[in-house]
């Protein structure tokens, strides 16, 4: 059994920084790409970073140059760091990771969320 477990979620004062992590546990052969959703009340979820097995970032518009995703792969953990939070980046942050469980054999799997908010 696969479980993601999101920490970090905070109330946070505008400008301010703060890290999320996500850590996978359980049965894992490997993780291929690692992503960041966020979801604000009223709103659709969006996909605001993600990053390959190999380390390649993708970003978001409104996220890009403040916030960084990173991953330790010996850890099965992907993080984010966020600098110079707005209002507007108040949501539920989740964590999603296309895995492997057992050699060929692939699935998408979601965090249980962690709520961020910022204080204006």
């Known amino acids: 059994q696969v479980q993601l477990v999101e920490s970090g979620g905070d109330l946070v004062q505008a400008g301010g920084s703060r890290r999320l992590s996500c850590a996978a546990s359980?049965?894992?052969?490997?993780?291929?790409?690692m992503r960041w959703y966020r979801q604000a009340p009223g709103k659709q979820r969006e996909l605001i970073a993600s990053i390959t097995s190999g380390g390649v970032p993708n970003y978001a518009d409104s996220v890009k140059d403040r916030f960084t995703i990173s991953r330790d792969n010996a850890k099965n953990t992907v993080y984010l760091q966020m600098n110079s939070l707005k209002p507007e980046d108040t949501a539920v942050y989740y964590c999603?990771?296309?895995?492997?469980?057992?050699?060929?054999?692939?699935?998408?799997?979601w965090g249980q969320g962690t709520q961020v908010t910022i204080s204006s």
């Open positions: 359980g049965s894992i052969f490997s993780i291929n790409i």
């Open positions: 999603n990771m296309d895995l492997s469980p057992v050699k060929g054999y692939l699935r998408n799997y």
